[in-house]
């Protein structure tokens, strides 16, 4: 993976094997860990587009969304995309989706291609909440990214759906050094420990997210982040040293792991 010109925002999508899995609390989470991490400008996009995840897990106001700027056929205008978007917590700014599904359908792979070039004339890092399943627009991103953060829990059947997503983006050329496995304890049991998974996947785990559901309930319930409402738990440390590997990313084009 090359290094990104400096004037060249990074692009981190975040997916995962299956629903439910805590995706978009991770890259909410995420997202302002990298702004904490990296003191550079952060915007997080809402991709999936079918369900009002980001906006709810931070308790935003619904002012403007993605499929308003996809209708207006703005996705290329900054004046129209800045308006569009609101202020989140820690300094990101995020572009939520839309707020009923019906409007998903009004964004195509070339709308969302056209936003993510804008916003990376602005931003430094976008994290992009991936949706579940892969289609047009999701695979263009992918292809985009600078670095895929690919979120499976302790299941057999997460586990089967991200080797497949793997077997995917491999299709793609997506090289393995844009591929950073996480594995998410959010349902507080494991029928795999770290070894099977990377045993699985024939691929090294970046992190494992320990089962806090206190600190990760009680962050949804109050719309703050647990990464800043409860720094010292262990599981906003380990979304913390995600965010200095995916910076460390940004600044040299490849992992330190």
Do not use: C, W
């Not at 995420?30 to 980001?54: E, H, M, Q, R």
């Not at 129209?80 to 917590?89: K, Q, R, T």
């Not at 983006?169 to 990377?198: P, W, Y």
């Amino acid at each position: 993976m090359a290094p990104l010109p400096d004037k060249s925002g990074a692009i981190f999508a975040v997916l995962s094997g299956a629903g439910g899995s805590g995706k978009s609390v991770v890259a909410a989470n995420l997202a302002v860990a990298i702004a904490k991490t990296s003191k550079a400008p952060v915007v997080l996009v809402d991709l999936s587009l079918l369900f009002v995840d980001i906006g709810s897990i931070l308790n935003l106001p619904t002012e403007g969304h993605v499929a308003e700027l996809a209708m207006k056929d703005q996705m290329a205008d900054a004046e129209a995309i800045e308006l569009a978007m609101v202020d989140g917590p820690g300094g990101i700014r995020v572009l939520l989706a839309p707020p009923t599904p019906e409007l998903a359908d009004y964004v195509t792979a070339r709308h969302m291609r056209s936003l993510i070039e804008q916003l990376q004339a602005t931003f430094k890092y976008i994290v992009v909440d991936a949706p579940s399943y892969l289609n047009d627009v999701t695979l263009d991103v992918i292809e985009m990214a600078t670095g895929i953060l690919l979120l499976t829990d302790y299941s057999v059947a997460s586990v089967k759906n991200v080797r497949l997503a793997m077997t995917v983006m491999e299709t793609l050329k997506i090289g393995r050094d844009q591929m950073f496995l996480v594995a998410n304890n959010h349902r507080g049991v494991s029928a795999l420990d770290k070894a099977a998974i990377e045993g699985h996947l024939r691929h090294r785990l970046l992190a494992e997210l320990p089962y806090e559901p206190k600190v990760i309930e009680g962050s949804i319930k109050a719309g703050v982040p647990f990464v800043t409402a409860n720094s010292g738990a262990a599981v906003s440390q380990a979304i913390m040293r995600i965010a200095e590997q995916l910076v460390a990313v940004r600044k040299a084009g490849r992992a330190s792991v």
